[in-house]
Every structure is written in structure tokens, then in C-alpha cells.
């Protein structure tokens, strides 16, 4: 049993270095060195250059993009805050009903892939959007143009403000009620409570979450490509400097900038995340605010943002299903007509989706495992990987992992362009540390003694994991892959760069139906791809017994 | 009552579970007066938790009223009660120093800087905390936050210092020591302290009264040692300290005194007893099954005389004093004797027998299965 305590930390550490070497270490390190070559040359030690790095001091389109990027993501952070935290505090510590469908509504902007809304925020707000032609009609007034920072703002906020959201509403459940209590037996009032004791205590919750969306609105491409216009931020920069002229190398500085912009962001959460104070969290129900007007404010926020931010599916599933749409506000005709026509299209891709995606969650369910278990086991011989593994999933935008991928596996020794393998590869590279962190989860709450137990009444140890760990972790793992497996599905900024023909996804198809601007087929490709998602995301939570918000926060 | 008491009087608390309603308190009436150390006592779920968060001003009671001196608390939100309060879990502000954790109180009376400073630093020595002041919450052991906790609550003088399960989160030997230095504190202090507590023996160690709760209601309240000699029902008499409960019939009775038959004793042998105290509602009619309550220490063991018989099952000395455990036939479970010295001729496995004084019983009636 020793020896085996002993072995393990190293054939997980064995196992994460490779890993990390070959989908992680080896791809950046040509990035780097794509990004030190001019364009057209190969990479010598007698042509390094910093010249594509130059034009963020010289172009003004780069610097726009990158002031941009920066705007956007900050201006979607303070919105996000601006709509979650009322919401947090509200659902927390106001009497309000339905509180479970507001939980689980709120969750459904973050399982719904953001540029699937993007594009509905145009069919509302564009030029010829409802919302424009209604208000138009009525008031004679024409809405700012939903294209450029605006509309990234508002689609990035509303997509991404559930983690807010959920971070604060935890953090608020958890707090010890009778900390509020005992400042208001010391003679305090609400809003003094509030202003000295809550935000205080929750203030950490708020800056990690908003240091979140941050990371996320940095790294998303599909919200600016559908919305930006010419509105240009760093992935959208990226993606034409790839696509447009073929410039790997100008690319790959463009992919280290905003990658050191992410990096920069996660040192702020980390430093947050540990002021984080720890509360009690006892059993006691904190007494909520029961005044009508309390009430009648706390129910009218909530079920605005609620409905702004759902608007968007909602949309979608509504233009999925309109068969005729003139000039009237709602379609003229409804039917199946969309999906028909989708039919074929939506069959070959969502066989890719499946097998891409499949393949992606098995191989992390395999990995994560492995090395979560010896991790957890192994005490602290591997603790920093643990962190760092946490982290790796934020820190890189899927733009630069598709980068990463596109310049390492072009060439040999490795030769993956093209294949399906690429893109395995990359969304394991996305998405194992979500169930490693799972993995290890389930695995720290099972008790040391339990397999210690099970070894002393004669089992093996290949017995111990069969009978006791897997049936104790199991459900866990499964409910982690389902939820790998559901956000891989609307997965589109790594897959952008590295898809061929042969394996196009459902996203992908999507996001050139809106491209070609045929929203009627894009929404029912959509919808079938929001139903998959929120259908797979219940599955998990139903296996894992356990709300939907509790599994994003 | 003294006009510088409070007064809780037919307090109800009626909490909506499942679209049940439950009464968590029903009809609660007593008093407590100025420097006095009141416990609600009782196990959990019984109410006592939920009656002091009504005198809190943290749940709004369903019924009833709490008044301290004279005048009514009903409109009085709890910032403005000038209590008190020290919570089970400490609750201290994590994000604040111990020193600002005390001055919070006083900072919301805008007392001045160098009185606010003169205050804290004084409540700080009595509770022998002032080297932790700069330290944070999270960086003291449980009893220091405890204190830290007492602290908070008593440096705005308040008129009553509220304590919820205050020791329940202690070790041992540190929960006997913060009892007394609470007690010692409430005295010096001269303020009204209510406690609650699940702890028999600690609510009859610092109290000046008991207030046993059970099920929402409040069935009997008294100094300790009256609750203890006089429980008044059999859920006080097993509650507080130790009891044996002996099955018997009555047979006659004549005024507070009754003639019982133990079953152990053989047909047709009675044994007179005073049924307790001269409380009417407690005489139980002729003829009904009743039970018999006597405490350890009551029972005397010898190897001759005893009004009955029974055998040793076990011997344990607990240092400052023996226990024995005593089957007797009749008795489900054993019988309970506890003597300050060894009884010589008593042996585990041997024979005994057992006799009481008639005043120390007291007659219960058997409820009902």
C-alpha cells in the first residue's frame, strides 16, 4: 500500500509533464517562435525579429484592437457587476418566490453559447431588429447602432453576468447570518449593514467573479466577430490576420499579447481569490427582507435582467420556427420549415459535434482522473499542479489555443492540420482541468480510511477502486463529462482556426449560416444546439443531484 | 415585578414549514429582573433559541409581547434595543480586527476617538484579549474568539447581554472555564444576562434562575436547586440530572401521600410514600400505573435491609464517587445508585438491596404508550 502511495504522485507527475509538454508546452513554444519570425521565413536563430510585434506601436488598427479588447471586456465586466450583484443580494437576502427558477434560469445565459445570442441581439436590435422598428414606429426614434462596442458590451454582460451572479449568491449563502445579525443587535441599520458588514465581507466574491467575466470577454471571439463590424478586439485580430492573409506569424503576437493581458487578469483573481475571507457557514436560514416594497423592487430586477438576458434564445427559438417574417412585429406564419431545410446539414454536423466532442471528454475523463486521483492520494508532493490545473483553463482564449495548434501541428515531427485530431486535441487541452478539478473533488471527500478499510478486509487494490472508489466518485465523473461534453458543443473560438471541411462542427455551420445572413436556418442549427446543450446540462445535474447554479460556480 | 425587568408574556412563534404551520413557541410567559442570570433551558428544537431572537428583536413574534422596563418593544427594531448579543457561532466580522470588531458598537454611537479607544481597551483587558487587538478574526483559537465575541456585545453597556449556546462550539475543560468567567463577568457587571444552553449542567451552574423549555412551551422555572429536587413532570425530572424511574400501581391515597405496590415487592405489599409535594395536579388517581423518581444519590445499597431486592451488574468508581448499577426485577433498564464511598459488602454479580427515604420521592403518573 506504501509503495503504492509512493508510485502514484509519480506516474501523475510523469503523465501531466507529457501532457503539458505536447498539447500545451510544445504548441507555445511555437507561438513564440512564429511570433519572433518575419512572415515568409522560416524560423532561424539569424532572423529573429520583433517586427510583429511592431505594429502594436506603429498600427492604429492594433492599438484600437487591443484599447478595444480592453474596453469591451472591462465595460461587459462593470455591466455584468452592475446586473449580478443587485441580483445576488436580492435572491440572497430579499423574500422572493420561485427562487430555484430563478437560480436555474440564470444559469441558462452560460450553457447557451454566446454567439448563438450575438446574432439574435441583431435580429432585436439591428437596423431592421424588432425592437428598433418597434420603437422607431411608435416614438420616431432611431436606437444607437448595435454594432461595435455597444453590442459587444451589452451581448458580452448579459452572457457572461451569471458568474457574478453565482459567485456572489454563493458567497452571500454562505456567510454566517448572524454576522449581520450581530451588527444590527450593535445598533446598525440595513443600509449600514449592508455598507459596513455585507459588501465588505462579499467584497472578494464580486472581484473574483468580475475578474472572471473579465478572462472570458477577453477570450471571446464569436460575441465581436457577429457583433463587432468593424469594431476589431484582439481574437477577432487574430482571426483575420490567420484567415484573412494567412499571417501565422503576425498572429502569434497578436495570440502572446492577448494571452499576457489574460495572464495579468489572473494574477489580480488569484490575489483576490486569496483574500477571500472565510465564514461559518452554519445552518441557520438568514432572516430575509419580507416589506412589500422590498419585494416588489427585488422581483422587478431580477425578472428584468432574467428576461433581457434570456431574450436573446428566446429569440432564436421563436425565428427557428417562422416560416414567414415580413413586416410584421411577429412571424406571419409558423412551421418546421427552418429545421427541414437544416436537416441534412444539421445531421452530418452534429455526428462531427458527437465524435469530436466524445472523443475530447473521454480522453479528459481518462487523464483527469488519473492524476487527480494521484494528486489528491499523493498529499502534497503534487499540490502545485492542482493550481495550476485549475487555472489552465482560463488562461488560455480558445483564439490562442487555435493558434498554438495551427503553428505547432503543421509541420512535422507532427502533422495533425485537417484531422479530426486537432481539434481532440485542443478541446482536451481546453476542458481537462475542469475534470481534474471535479476528479478531485470527488475523490478528497471520499475518506483516506475508506480504502483503507476496504484493504484490510482482503480487497486488492484494483478491487478497492472497483467496489469502493469508482461507485463512491462515479456519479461525479460522469456528470463532469456530461458538462465537458455540453460546452464543448457551442465550442467555437479554438475550432474556428483549426476545422476543415471534412470536420465541421454544428457551431461552425452556425456561425456561417449568420455569416451568409441565413438567420432562419442559423436559428434552427441554433436551437437544436441550445436544446442539446440545456438537455445534456440537466442530464448531469439530474446524475449529480445537485441545482444547475451550484455546478458553475 | 421590579419596573427594571423584562417581561415576556404569552409569546407565540408560528414558522410556515411546507405549507404546515408549527408552533416553535407557544404561549412563553416570564420575567426577568434587573442583574439577574436567566437560562432557557432544554433540547433542541424546543423554542429557547427562537424566544431569545424574539427578545433580540430578530424574529417578530406571532403573538404576545416583550416589555422591559414598562414599555412595550413590539415598534423597537433590534439596532435599537441596546442588547447584547453573543451568537453560538461568535459571528465576528472577518474582515475587521478584533479592535474594530469591538469598537463596531461604539463607532455606530459616534462616541469619540479617545473615549471609543478608553472603552474598547478596557473591555479588551477584562476579557484578557487586549495583546490580540490588531489580529484578525481568523487568526484566534475558538475560546479567544468567544471572548472576542463577549467583548463586542458589552462595550456599548447594554441594558441586557443576550448569550445563544454560547460554549457549544468549546472544548471541555475550556467550556467549565468560560461558564464561570461569564458568570463572574454577568455579576461584576450587575447586567441582566439571558442564556440559553442544551446543558443541563451548565444551566444549573451559572444560573440564577431555569427556565426549562420542551417542545415550544415552557414547563418549568425555578432556582436549579428547586428544579432539581421539584421537577414538576417527568420531562423536567429526566431532563435535569440523573433519575431512576421505578414502575408502580397506586393503591390508596390520602391527601399528598400515597400507597403504591412496586411489583418486585410480591402481592398484597404496599409501601407508603409521599407523593411529592401538596400540587394537586399531580395526585394520580387510585388505581393507575404510575412511576416512581429517585435519584442516584437517594438510593442507599446495603446487603440487609431495603424496602426491595436486586443484584450488582457493575461497580464504577468515577473518582469522586461510586456508581452502581442494579438490576431489579420489574425495572426495565438497571437502577442507578451513586455513593460517595465504596459500600463494603457489595460486590459486582452479588446480591443487594435497596431503600430510600419516602421524601425523596416523587410519584409521576405513567403516560400512555
Given at each position: 500500500?506504501?509503495?503504492?502511495?509512493?508510485?502514484?504522485?509519480?506516474?501523475?507527475?510523469?503523465?501531466?509533464?507529457?501532457?503539458?509538454?505536447?498539447?500545451?508546452?510544445?504548441?507555445?513554444?511555437?507561438?513564440?517562435?512564429?511570433?519572433?519570425?518575419?512572415?515568409?521565413?522560416?524560423?532561424?536563430?539569424?532572423?529573429?525579429?520583433?517586427?510583429?510585434?511592431?505594429?502594436?506601436?506603429?498600427?492604429?488598427?492594433?492599438?484600437?484592437?487591443?484599447?478595444?479588447?480592453?474596453?469591451?471586456?472591462?465595460?461587459?465586466?462593470?455591466?455584468?457587476?452592475?446586473?449580478?450583484?443587485?441580483?445576488?443580494?436580492?435572491?440572497?437576502?430579499?423574500?422572493?418566490?420561485?427562487?430555484?427558477?430563478?437560480?436555474?434560469?440564470?444559469?441558462?445565459?452560460?450553457?447557451?453559447?454566446?454567439?448563438?445570442?450575438?446574432?439574435?441581439?441583431?435580429?432585436?436590435?439591428?437596423?431592421?431588429?424588432?425592437?428598433?422598428?418597434?420603437?422607431?414606429?411608435?416614438?420616431?426614434?432611431?436606437?444607437?447602432?448595435?454594432?461595435?462596442?455597444?453590442?459587444?458590451?451589452?451581448?458580452?454582460?448579459?452572457?457572461?453576468?451569471?458568474?457574478?451572479?453565482?459567485?456572489?449568491?454563493?458567497?452571500?449563502?454562505?456567510?454566517?447570518?448572524?454576522?449581520?445579525?450581530?451588527?444590527?443587535?450593535?445598533?446598525?441599520?440595513?443600509?449600514?449593514?449592508?455598507?459596513?458588514?455585507?459588501?465588505?465581507?462579499?467584497?472578494?466574491?464580486?472581484?473574483?467573479?468580475?475578474?472572471?467575466?473579465?478572462?472570458?470577454?477577453?477570450?471571446?471571439?464569436?460575441?465581436?466577430?457577429?457583433?463587432?463590424?468593424?469594431?476589431?478586439?484582439?481574437?477577432?485580430?487574430?482571426?483575420?490576420?490567420?484567415?484573412?492573409?494567412?499571417?501565422?506569424?503576425?498572429?502569434?503576437?497578436?495570440?502572446?499579447?492577448?494571452?499576457?493581458?489574460?495572464?495579468?487578469?489572473?494574477?489580480?483573481?488569484?490575489?483576490?481569490?486569496?483574500?477571500?475571507?472565510?465564514?461559518?457557514?452554519?445552518?441557520?436560514?438568514?432572516?430575509?427582507?419580507?416589506?412589500?416594497?422590498?419585494?416588489?423592487?427585488?422581483?422587478?430586477?431580477?425578472?428584468?435582467?432574467?428576461?433581457?438576458?434570456?431574450?436573446?434564445?428566446?429569440?432564436?427559438?421563436?425565428?427557428?420556427?417562422?416560416?414567414?417574417?415580413?413586416?410584421t412585429l411577429l412571424p406571419s406564419v409558423y412551421g418546421f420549415d427552418n429545421y427541414r431545410r437544416v436537416f441534412g446539414e444539421a445531421l452530418a454536423t452534429t455526428w462531427?459535434?458527437?465524435?469530436?466532442?466524445?472523443?475530447?471528454?473521454?480522453?479528459?475523463?481518462?487523464?483527469?482522473?488519473?492524476?487527480?486521483?494521484?494528486?489528491?492520494?499523493?498529499?502534497?508532493?503534487?499540490?502545485?499542479?492542482?493550481?495550476?490545473?485549475?487555472?489552465?483553463?482560463?488562461?488560455?482564449?480558445?483564439?490562442?489555443?487555435?493558434?498554438?495548434?495551427?503553428?505547432?501541428?503543421?509541420?512535422?515531427?507532427?502533422?495533425?492540420?485537417?484531422?479530426?485530431?486537432?481539434?481532440?486535441?485542443?478541446?482536451?487541452?481546453?476542458?481537462?482541468?475542469?475534470?481534474?478539478?471535479?476528479?478531485?473533488?470527488?475523490?478528497?471527500?471520499?475518506?483516506?480510511?475508506?480504502?483503507?478499510?476496504?484493504?484490510?478486509?482482503?480487497?486488492?487494490?484494483?478491487?478497492?477502486?472497483?467496489?469502493?472508489?469508482?461507485?463512491?466518485?462515479?456519479?461525479?465523473?460522469?456528470?463532469?463529462?456530461?458538462?465537458?461534453?455540453?460546452?464543448?458543443?457551442?465550442?467555437?473560438?479554438?475550432?474556428?482556426?483549426?476545422?476543415?471541411?471534412?470536420?465541421?462542427?454544428?457551431?461552425?455551420?452556425?456561425?456561417?449560416?449568420?455569416?451568409?445572413?441565413?438567420?432562419?436556418?442559423?436559428?434552427?442549427?441554433?436551437?437544436?444546439?441550445?436544446?442539446?446543450?440545456?438537455?445534456?446540462?440537466?442530464?448531469?445535474?439530474?446524475?449529480?443531484?445537485?441545482?444547475?447554479?451550484?455546478?458553475?460556480? | 415585578?421590579?419596573?427594571?425587568?423584562?417581561?415576556?408574556?404569552?409569546?407565540?412563534?408560528?414558522?410556515?414549514?411546507?405549507?404546515?404551520?408549527?408552533?416553535?413557541?407557544?404561549?412563553?410567559?416570564?420575567?426577568?429582573?434587573?442583574?439577574?442570570?436567566?437560562?432557557?433551558?432544554?433540547?433542541?428544537?424546543?423554542?429557547?433559541?427562537?424566544?431569545?431572537?424574539?427578545?433580540?428583536?430578530?424574529?417578530?413574534?406571532?403573538?404576545?409581547?416583550?416589555?422591559?422596563?414598562?414599555?412595550?418593544?413590539?415598534?423597537?427594531?433590534?439596532?435599537?434595543?441596546?442588547?447584547?448579543?453573543?451568537?453560538?457561532?461568535?459571528?465576528?466580522?472577518?474582515?475587521?480586527?478584533?479592535?474594530?470588531?469591538?469598537?463596531?458598537?461604539?463607532?455606530?454611537?459616534?462616541?469619540?476617538?479617545?473615549?471609543?479607544?478608553?472603552?474598547?481597551?478596557?473591555?479588551?483587558?477584562?476579557?484578557?484579549?487586549?495583546?490580540?487587538?490588531?489580529?484578525?478574526?481568523?487568526?484566534?483559537?475558538?475560546?479567544?474568539?468567544?471572548?472576542?465575541?463577549?467583548?463586542?456585545?458589552?462595550?456599548?453597556?447594554?441594558?441586557?447581554?443576550?448569550?445563544?449556546?454560547?460554549?457549544?462550539?468549546?472544548?471541555?475543560?475550556?467550556?467549565?472555564?468560560?461558564?464561570?468567567?461569564?458568570?463572574?463577568?454577568?455579576?461584576?457587571?450587575?447586567?441582566?444576562?439571558?442564556?440559553?444552553?442544551?446543558?443541563?449542567?451548565?444551566?444549573?451552574?451559572?444560573?440564577?434562575?431555569?427556565?426549562?423549555?420542551?417542545?415550544?412551551?415552557?414547563?418549568?422555572?425555578?432556582?436549579?436547586?428547586?428544579?432539581?429536587?421539584?421537577?414538576?413532570?417527568?420531562?423536567?425530572?429526566?431532563?435535569?440530572?440523573?433519575?431512576?424511574?421505578?414502575?408502580?400501581?397506586?393503591?390508596?391515597?390520602?391527601?399528598?401521600?400515597?400507597?403504591?405496590?412496586?411489583?418486585?415487592?410480591?402481592?398484597?405489599?404496599?409501601?407508603?410514600?409521599?407523593?411529592?409535594?401538596?400540587?394537586?395536579?399531580?395526585?394520580?388517581?387510585?388505581?393507575?400505573?404510575?412511576?416512581?423518581?429517585?435519584?442516584?444519590?437517594?438510593?442507599?445499597?446495603?446487603?440487609?435491609?431495603?424496602?426491595?431486592?436486586?443484584?450488582?451488574?457493575?461497580?464504577?468508581?468515577?473518582?469522586?464517587?461510586?456508581?452502581?448499577?442494579?438490576?431489579?426485577?420489574?425495572?426495565?433498564?438497571?437502577?442507578?445508585?451513586?455513593?460517595?464511598?465504596?459500600?463494603?459488602?457489595?460486590?459486582?454479580?452479588?446480591?443487594?438491596?435497596?431503600?430510600?427515604?419516602?421524601?425523596?420521592?416523587?410519584?409521576?403518573?405513567?403516560?400512555?404508550?
Amino acid at each position: 500500500m506504501t509503495a503504492r502511495y509512493e508510485l502514484a504522485p509519480i506516474i501523475a507527475g510523469v503523465l501531466a509533464i507529457a501532457a503539458a509538454t505536447i498539447f500545451l508546452g510544445y504548441p507555445l513554444a511555437h507561438v513564440v517562435i512564429n511570433a519572433v519570425t518575419p512572415h515568409g521565413q522560416d524560423p532561424a536563430l539569424g532572423n529573429l525579429t520583433v517586427r510583429n510585434f511592431e505594429r502594436f506601436f506603429i498600427s492604429a488598427s492594433y492599438q484600437r484592437a487591443l484599447w478595444n479588447s480592453v474596453v469591451s471586456s472591462g465595460g461587459a465586466t462593470l455591466l455584468a457587476a452592475a446586473f449580478a450583484v443587485p441580483m445576488a443580494y436580492t435572491v440572497a437576502r430579499v423574500d422572493i418566490a420561485w427562487r430555484p427558477l430563478i437560480l436555474a434560469l440564470s444559469v441558462v445565459p452560460l450553457i447557451a453559447p454566446p454567439f448563438i445570442g450575438a446574432y439574435a441581439w441583431i435580429m432585436l436590435l439591428g437596423n431592421n431588429g424588432m425592437i428598433t422598428q418597434t420603437i422607431l414606429s411608435i416614438f420616431g426614434w432611431r436606437l444607437p447602432s448595435i454594432y461595435g462596442a455597444f453590442g459587444v458590451i451589452v451581448a458580452l454582460a448579459l452572457s457572461y453576468f451569471p458568474y457574478i451572479f453565482l459567485i456572489v449568491q454563493g458567497a452571500l449563502a454562505a456567510t454566517d447570518p448572524a454576522i449581520e445579525e450581530a451588527a444590527s443587535m450593535a445598533g446598525a441599520s440595513r443600509a449600514r449593514v449592508l455598507r459596513t458588514i455585507t459588501i465588505p465581507m462579499i467584497a472578494p466574491a464580486i472581484g473574483a467573479g468580475m475578474m472572471l467575466v473579465f478572462i472570458k470577454a477577453l477570450g471571446d471571439f464569436g460575441v465581436p466577430s457577429i457583433l463587432g463590424g468593424e469594431y476589431q478586439v484582439l481574437p477577432t485580430l487574430i482571426y483575420y490576420q490567420i484567415h484573412g492573409f494567412f499571417n501565422l506569424n503576425t498572429g502569434s503576437a497578436i495570440a502572446i499579447v492577448n494571452l499576457l493581458l489574460t495572464i495579468l487578469a489572473l494574477a489580480i483573481l488569484s490575489a483576490i481569490s486569496r483574500r477571500q475571507v472565510a465564514t461559518l457557514s452554519g445552518t441557520a436560514r438568514a432572516t430575509r427582507l419580507t416589506s412589500p416594497a422590498a419585494r416588489l423592487a427585488g422581483n422587478t430586477y431580477i425578472w428584468l435582467v432574467l428576461i433581457l438576458s434570456l431574450l436573446p434564445q428566446a429569440m432564436v427559438l421563436l425565428y427557428s420556427f417562422a416560416e414567414r417574417w415580413g413586416d410584421t412585429l411577429l412571424p406571419s406564419v409558423y412551421g418546421f420549415d427552418n429545421y427541414r431545410r437544416v436537416f441534412g446539414e444539421a445531421l452530418a454536423t452534429t455526428w462531427n459535434t458527437v465524435l469530436l466532442s466524445g472523443a475530447a471528454t473521454i480522453a479528459c475523463l481518462a487523464f483527469g482522473t488519473i492524476t487527480a486521483y494521484a494528486t489528491v492520494r499523493g498529499k502534497a508532493v503534487a499540490r502545485w499542479a492542482l493550481d495550476l490545473t485549475i487555472m489552465l483553463p482560463f488562461v488560455l482564449p480558445g483564439l490562442v489555443v487555435g493558434v498554438a495548434y495551427l503553428s505547432a501541428f503543421n509541420d512535422p515531427p507532427i502533422v495533425l492540420t485537417g484531422t479530426a485530431a486537432i481539434l481532440v486535441f485542443a478541446y482536451f487541452t481546453r476542458r481537462v482541468a475542469f475534470i481534474f478539478r471535479s476528479a478531485a473533488a470527488a475523490i478528497g471527500q471520499v475518506d483516506n480510511k475508506l480504502e483503507e478499510a476496504s484493504s484490510i478486509c482482503g480487497a486488492t487494490w484494483g478491487a478497492t477502486m472497483r467496489r469502493v472508489m469508482v461507485p463512491l466518485i462515479g456519479p461525479a465523473l460522469i456528470a463532469g463529462g456530461v458538462l465537458v461534453f455540453a460546452t464543448l458543443i457551442g465550442e467555437i473560438s479554438a475550432t474556428v482556426l483549426l476545422y476543415s471541411a471534412q470536420w465541421k462542427t454544428i457551431s461552425i455551420a452556425i456561425y456561417e449560416l449568420v455569416n451568409a445572413n441565413d438567420l432562419a436556418k442559423a436559428s434552427a442549427l441554433g436551437t437544436l444546439c441550445n436544446a442539446l446543450t440545456l438537455f445534456l446540462v440537466l442530464l448531469a445535474s439530474g446524475l449529480l443531484g445537485r441545482n444547475m447554479s451550484e455546478m458553475f460556480r | 415585578m421590579a419596573a427594571d425587568g423584562l417581561a415576556v408574556s404569552r409569546l407565540t412563534k408560528r414558522f410556515l414549514v411546507d405549507g404546515r404551520t408549527v408552533d416553535a413557541v407557544s404561549d412563553v410567559s416570564f420575567e426577568v429582573a434587573a442583574g439577574e442570570f436567566f437560562t432557557m433551558l432544554g433540547p433542541s428544537g424546543c423554542g429557547k433559541t427562537t424566544t431569545l431572537r424574539m427578545v433580540a428583536g430578530l424574529e417578530t413574534p406571532s403573538e404576545g409581547a416583550v416589555t422591559f422596563r414598562g414599555r412595550d418593544l413590539a415598534s423597537v427594531p433590534a439596532r435599537q434595543r441596546n442588547i447584547g448579543m453573543v451568537f453560538q457561532s461568535y459571528a465576528l466580522f472577518p474582515h475587521l480586527s478584533v479592535f474594530e470588531n469591538v469598537a463596531y458598537g461604539l463607532r455606530l454611537r459616534r462616541t469619540q476617538a479617545k473615549e471609543l479607544a478608553r472603552a474598547v481597551s478596557e473591555v479588551l483587558d477584562l476579557l484578557h484579549l487586549s495583546e490580540f487587538a490588531d489580529r484578525m478574526p481568523a487568526s484566534l483559537s475558538g475560546g479567544q474568539q468567544q471572548r472576542v465575541s463577549i467583548a463586542r456585545a458589552l462595550v456599548y453597556r447594554p441594558d441586557i447581554l443576550l448569550l445563544d449556546e454560547p460554549l457549544a462550539n468549546l472544548d471541555a475543560k475550556l467550556r467549565l472555564h468560560m461558564r464561570e468567567e461569564i458568570r463572574g463577568l454577568q455579576r461584576r457587571l450587575g447586567i441582566m444576562a439571558i442564556y440559553v444552553t442544551h446543558d443541563q449542567e451548565e444551566a444549573m451552574a451559572i444560573s440564577d434562575r431555569v427556565a426549562v423549555f420542551d417542545r415550544g412551551r415552557l414547563i418549568q422555572i425555578g432556582a436549579p436547586a428547586r428544579v432539581y429536587s421539584d421537577p414538576t413532570s417527568l420531562f423536567v425530572a429526566d431532563f435535569i440530572g440523573k433519575a431512576n424511574f421505578i414502575p408502580v400501581r397506586v393503591i390508596k391515597r390520602d391527601g399528598t401521600t400515597a400507597d403504591v405496590t412496586m411489583p418486585w415487592g410480591g402481592l398484597g405489599q404496599t409501601n407508603r410514600i409521599v407523593a411529592a409535594r401538596p400540587d394537586e395536579d399531580r395526585l394520580i388517581p387510585i388505581g393507575s400505573d404510575g412511576l416512581l423518581m429517585l435519584r442516584p444519590e437517594h438510593l442507599a445499597l446495603s446487603d440487609g435491609a431495603g424496602s426491595f431486592a436486586g443484584h450488582v451488574k457493575r461497580v464504577q468508581f468515577l473518582g469522586s464517587t461510586v456508581r452502581y448499577a442494579v438490576a431489579v426485577d420489574g425495572v426495565a433498564g438497571d437502577v442507578l445508585v451513586e455513593s460517595p464511598r465504596a459500600i463494603a459488602d457489595i460486590r459486582e454479580g452479588g446480591p443487594c438491596r435497596l431503600g430510600y427515604s419516602d421524601a425523596d420521592a416523587i410519584l409521576f403518573e405513567r403516560p400512555r404508550p
